[in-house]
């Protein structure tokens, strides 16, 4: 198992940016995807991004292509999210989750039930 905690939310203007953080602990982090999640009021859990456990690969909802950049530092067990051109449509809680699983290289899971470990979320509120 391991243990996720995000930081890096708040509040911000629409058009701005937000650098989320997720420190891991617990378990060999390189060694596993990760993801970013997001859940606004009265909605599911969507997907936002993936990364492979090398770093060099990612994947991205439609809702983040060209605005949102996963990132990973396995020396500092850390993976970030990017958010920059924000839009009162990105307010939700973003959680951060490690892969189940220890996957090939290039690997990006994207479905919630791949997912074994989530952080407590971080909310994003973006102001009109």
């Known amino acids: 198992q391991v243990q996720l905690v995000e930081s890096g939310g708040g509040l911000v203007q629409a058009g701005g940016s937000l650098r989320l953080s997720c420190a891991a602990s617990?378990?060999?982090?390189?060694?596993?995807?990760m993801g970013w999640f997001r859940q606004a009021p009265g909605k599911e859990r969507e997907f936002v991004a993936a990364?492979?456990?090398?770093?060099?690969?990612?994947y991205y909802a439609d809702s983040g292509k060209g605005r949102f950049t996963i990132s990973r530092d396995n020396a500092k067990n850390t993976v970030y999210l990017q958010m920059n051109s924000l839009t009162p449509e990105h307010t939700a809680v973003y959680y951060c989750?490690?892969?189940?699983?220890?996957?090939?290289?290039?690997?990006?899971?994207?479905?919630?039930?791949?997912?074994?470990?989530w952080g407590q979320g971080t909310q994003v509120t973006v102001s009109s």
């Open positions: 989750a490690a892969d189940r699983l220890s996957r090939r290289l290039g690997a990006t899971p994207q479905v919630l039930a791949d997912f074994g470990s």
């Open positions: 617990g378990r060999t982090f390189s060694s596993y995807a």
């Open positions: 990364i492979d456990w090398s770093g060099g690969s990612t």
